[in-house]
Each structure stands twice: as C-alpha cells, then as structure tokens.
C-alpha cells in the first residue's frame, strides 16, 4: 500500500511529541542526529513526506478508528545523516483519511548496521 501524498501530519505531532524533549520515549535526541529540532519541523515533515513516496506500507492492524500501517525506510538527514525509522499511519474508518500516527527508530535496521 502507498501511502497518499496527501496523508495528514499534524503540525503538533511534529512540534510538541516528535521534536520536544521527553524524559520517556524520547525522540527528539534521535531526530536531531540528522539535523531535525524544534527550529525547523517543515523539514522534519518533508522528510517524513519523501519517506512514504519511496516505501509501501504492510499492514499492522485495525480497529475501530480504522486501519494501521508500517512505512519502514531510511529518513533523509538535513545534515547528510540517515535514521532507519518506522512510520506508523491510519487509514481513518471515518472518513478514509491517511493521517500520520508516530515515527521511531528501527532498532533492528540500526542494530545490523
């Protein structure tokens, strides 16, 4: 499944989950090796945009909001460096809406290397 061009990323998840600093499940250490912080998350988003029009998404579940997909790939750095993440999106049961859900790092991708 490719994921529409057209799919929603909520400025918010950009601004205050992915790039804002967590004592937990912290992602915005791991995004600023490539050169994503709070000062510039259009570029996080384009990046995120670039990923799934070059990866399929598989399937990963549903339920009742709708259906769930994995984009896996290789995150294209601001400053030449590349993180091996997973992308998890929503098909919406409401409306048929992609809308973008979380990204993390792909251990497994990460730890091969």
Known sequence: MQIPPNAII???KLTEYLLKY???NDKSQ???QAGFTQDNPEQLKIAIYELI???RGIKDGENEYGIFYKVSGELIGINRRNLSVITIWLQRKIDNQFQ???LKPN???TQND
């Open 53 to 55: 029009q070059t990866n």
């Open 100 to 102: 973008f859900i979380t």
């Open 22 to 24: 967590k004592t937990k």
């Open 10 to 12: 909520p400025q918010a």
């Open 107 to 109: 251990k497994e991708k």
């Open 30 to 32: 791991y995004l600023s």
